[in-house]
């Protein structure tokens, strides 16, 4: 018997079976790689953080561990000295001290004992950097000595107010730390005292542009070999900072370049019958056209200006009065004044013998007293890397520097502010940072970043924990770490590569294109489910009488 015919437009099995084969390739390559494949390459690539480490910087500790050598001839004098001491710093918000005495022969500081000796008998010791030594030198003169290494020297009419007094003020700045440290974390509620205000800020790297201007080369003739000026009294003191930041010394000269103000001419008794004078209130106004010509912007890193300025004949002697009236006569011929974090300015006067008998256009040769003028400076750059300004305590008498270096105990002070200033910077930025990425999602957090953030909370932490336990040269060199890799991270360009570019604005582009060829795949999804998952004969029956019942209602 011959085989009927297919009907045309009657499906097969087969048939049916093909289109529906279609339609799950079709689901499978927009559903299963179309849509998975676009939601990866337009998602933004962001590194996972350390969110719960970085908000559990909040609870860090910071402690300074300190330990005092307290050396004694009599052991009840020591064991009171100890007690005391320790008590009065028992509160120290930044402080963990570390109080031990030991007694010492009657014999180890004899009488008519120099300073040499004393550093030779300090030396003895076993003083770490951190770490201080109270010697007793019953025949001291003096009542309180603090030497140039990590000593203090003091007679038998001493007590532990006057070692508490210069171990807070001089020593350990307990107070300056602590307002350090708040006012970084809370700035609306604590301001910075004048020190805080005056110093650098911390960073890994300083320039120090050593400028002389000179207003009329035509007329004035200054006499210097700035470079050996400046590798002879500025490259010594640096260099002992290193452990600080690397610092980088420049000089430069300056021609034509006026004061920008016009000093007041005042009459006196000299046989000039006159000077000029320049208050303190138009000293920010000497500062503005010396920035413009400086170029101290050449470099990423903080610049510390040191600029002397060579008073004309013409209008010398200059002098610089306060606002009570009263001159600040910083040397014979040198008149110096600060600016905090920007640098010192000394104005320098010709001798009066140089400027006799000028006449006309004659050049006048003038040879600045480098010592006294570079001893100035050397008085503004300690202030403002730092090393503080040693305020009189009565009684107490302080070596002078070795060699314009700084002394051990100071180079210690400078490692505690700048560890806590870049511990506190550190934290703060990163919790910033974590904040910013945790609220907008579309900025990108490449590999780069990641590692930063990681290691700069790494970092904190140990250098926190170093601190602790009383090791300050590397729990500094560790806080030096964090805040470089900190500050990097938070000022990283790939950050706001896609700031411009929303989640919102991604879905209104993307949607239009997608949806005309998603809704024909998702109603094919409902051929394939009939196809494999067939009705049975009951719900067939079902749908039939209700089909059935909706044609005779139409009928009626």
């Known amino acids: 018997m011959a085989e009927e015919p297919d009907v045309i437009g009657y499906d097969t099995p087969t048939d049916e079976k093909y289109r529906v084969y279609a339609s799950i390739s079709f689901a499978f390559l927009l559903l299963g790689i179309g849509v998975p494949l676009w939601w990866y390459t337009t998602s933004v690539p962001r590194v996972p953080l350390p969110y719960s480490g970085i908000e559990g910087l909040s609870d860090l500790e910071m402690k300074i ?166 590798e002879e009294y500025i490259e010594p003191f640096v260099n002992e900072l290193s452990l600080v930041g690397n610092f980088s010394v420049k000089s430069q000269w300056l021609y034509l370049v006026q004061l920008g103000v016009i000093p007041k001419e005042v009459p006196d008794s000299s046989p000039l019958g006159r000077h000029y004078a320049l208050t303190e209130n138009v000293l920010p106004l000497v500062i503005t056209p010396l920035e413009k010509k400086l170029a101290s912007q050449v470099s990423l890193h903080p610049c510390i200006n040191l600029v002397m300025y060579m008073v004309p004949c013409e209008e010398a002697p200059l002098y610089i009065y306060t606002r009570k009236g009263q001159r600040s006569m910083m040397g014979s011929n040198a008149e110096a004044f600060l600016s905090p974090r920007w640098g010192g300015v000394v104005i320098a006067n010709p001798l009066s013998t140089a400027c006799e008998g000028k006449e006309g256009n004659k050049i006048v040769s003038v040879n600045p007293d480098e010592s006294s003028i570079m001893g100035v400076f050397h008085v503004q750059l300690r202030l403002l890397l730092g090393l503080q300004d040693l305020h009189p305590i009565s009684g107490v008498t302080v070596t002078p520097p070795p060699n314009l270096k700084p002394r051990d105990w100071e180079l210690d002070g400078l490692l505690r502010i700048r560890s806590v200033e870049q511990l506190t910077s550190a934290k703060l930025t990163l919790q910033s940072l974590a904040q910013l990425l945790g609220e907008i999602s579309n900025i990108v957090i490449t590999d780069t970043v990641g590692d930063r953030i990681k290691r700069a909370l790494d970092c904190v932490t140990r250098s926190a924990d170093l601190l602790k336990k009383g090791r300050l040269e590397e729990g500094f060199l560790l806080s030096k770490e964090a805040f470089v890799a900190a500050e990097k991270a938070f000022s990283d360009s790939s950050l706001l590569a896609l700031l411009y570019f929303p989640e919102d604005q991604k879905y209104a582009v993307y949607i239009p294109l997608f949806l005309p060829v998603l809704i024909p795949v998702l109603l094919s999804l409902r051929n394939i489910r009939r196809y494999y998952f067939k009705p049975s004969r009951s719900e067939n029956l079902e749908a039939q009488g209700e089909e059935e019942e909706a044609t005779k209602l139409k009928t009626e």
């Open 65 to 230: 561990k300190t330990k005092i050598l307290i050396a004694v001839v009599d052991k009840r004098r020591a064991e009171t000295l100890t007690e005391e001491i320790r008590k009065n710093f028992e509160k120290a918000e930044l402080f963990n001290l570390e109080v031990v005495y030991e007694v010492i022969s009657n014999n180890l500081v004899p009488a008519g004992t120099t300073m040499n000796d004393l550093k030779w008998i300090s030396e003895t010791f076993d003083i770490e950097k951190g770490e201080l030594l109270l010697l007793e030198v019953r025949s001291m003169e003096k009542r309180v000595l603090v030497g140039s290494r990590r000593s203090i020297y003091f007679s038998s009419e001493a007590n532990s107010t006057h070692l508490c007094e210069v171990l807070s003020q001089w020593i350990l700045q307990d107070k300056s730390l602590a307002l350090t440290k708040n006012a970084l974390t809370k700035p609306t509620e604590y301001s910075l005292d004048t020190e805080n205000r005056r110093r650098f800020p911390p960073s890994p790297a300083y320039d120090i542009l050593l400028t002389v201007v000179n207003p009329d080369p035509e007329k004035l003739n200054i006499e210097w070999n700035l470079q050996n000026i400046a």
